[in-house]
Nanobody
Framework: EVRLVESGGGSIQAGGSLRLSCTPSGFQIDERGLRWVAWYRQAPGFACEKVSSVNQDGSTFYADSVKGRFSRIEDNDEIIVYLQMDRLLPEDTATYYC???????????WGAGTQVTVSE
């Protein structure tokens, strides 16, 4: 089965940090393929939101709500895409997914996601 596997979520207090990981399963990509992996999130009652991706010019896109707090990191040796999340806020509570950047609402379509819960 071709999918992307997310991990690293958990419950944490506001102000803390988490690092999420995304790895391919059932298929292989090289370091260039990492560029098409984007991070999304979906909170209960809300639409699937793109959190971070790589633009065509190589720059990194971040949703306004996470700019300055989240960082996308690619490990070209291990073929992993990380989402480093610092200074977490309760409104960051959501299930986080990774999926191809070009999809509009892929939450839950490529992997089971990883739950992040941020408490006050």
């Amino acid at each position: 089965e071709v999918r992307l596997v997310e991990s690293g979520g958990g419950s944490i207090q506001a102000g803390g940090s988490l690092r999420l990981s995304c790895t391919p399963s059932g298929f292989q990509i090289d370091e260039r393929g990492l560029r098409w992996v984007a991070w999304y999130r979906q909170a209960p009652g809300f639409a699937c939101e793109k959190v971070s991706s790589v633009n065509q010019d190589g720059s990194t896109f971040y949703a306004d709500s996470v700019k300055g707090r989240f960082s996308r990191i690619e490990d070209n040796d291990e073929i992993i895409v990380y989402l480093q999340m610092d200074r977490l806020l309760p409104e960051d509570t959501a299930t986080y997914y990774c999926a191809p950047y070009y999809l509009e609402s892929p939450c839950g379509l490529w992997g089971a996601g990883t739950q992040v819960t941020v408490s006050e």
